[in-house]
Every structure is written in C-alpha cells, then in structure tokens.
C-alpha cells in the first residue's frame, strides 16, 4: 500500500510510516499480540544464559537419574532422589517439592501412573 508516497515527498513519507506504525499497535490480531508478549520481557533476557543454565540442570539431572534411589517428578521429568519426591497416591507419581508448592491442593490426572 502506498507504495507511490514514499519517493520524491519525505513530509509524507514520514506522515506515512507513523501512520502504518500506529495501525500496527492498533492490530488485535495474534500475530502483533504475541509481538507485543515478547518485547515486553525485560531487556536483561539472555539467551545464552540460559542455554548455559539449562545444560547445568540436564547435567545435574542425568546424575540423579543415575543414582538407584531417584526418580521422576510427574511434573517438570526432572529427576530428584526420593527423599526429595512426594508420591501422590490419589493420582499416583512423584511430584518434587517446586511442583508441589506449585500444584498445591490442585490434582492432576496422569494417563500413565508412576510405580512407587
Ligand atoms: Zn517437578
């Protein structure tokens, strides 16, 4: 659109470039919405750090899935020693302690129940 305003006249080329930039923030699609979500993460999101702090917990988790006495929280599949885990008979896995906190009296149905 417009498309023959943006040569020869730059008062209106800027006229129109607000203009497009003020129906855009107008929009309620989803595509600017989710736009909208994202930028309003504070400007401190690293990436790279929390690819870095992902790899530390995969690493701490695939030493506590080699440990005998641990298993999965149903919840966040992160591995924890049981010490550390709640089993939740009425709906039947393990739940750790963040999880828990989370759930709180909430019940979750499982399509698959954990052994104990
Ligand atoms: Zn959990």
């Known amino acids: 659109m417009g498309n023959n305003y943006t040569s020869g006249m730059s008062g209106n080329h800027r006229d129109l470039a607000t203009r497009r930039e003020a129906r855009m923030s107008n929009s309620t699609g989803p595509l600017p919405a989710a736009s909208t979500a994202a930028r309003s993460y504070p400007g401190s999101?690293?990436?790279?750090?929390?690819?870095?702090?992902?790899?530390?917990?995969?690493?701490?988790?695939r030493q506590k899935a080699s440990q005998s006495d641990s298993s999965r929280c149903g919840i966040c599949y992160l591995h924890f020693l049981f010490s550390e885990l709640h089993y939740r008979d009425e709906e039947g896995f393990y739940v750790c302690y963040n999880c828990e906190r989370a759930l709180g009296k909430q019940t979750v149905p499982m399509l698959r129940r954990q052994q104990k």
């Open 45 to 61: 999101f690293d990436f790279e750090n929390m690819l870095v702090s992902l790899r530390e917990l995969f690493a701490l988790d």
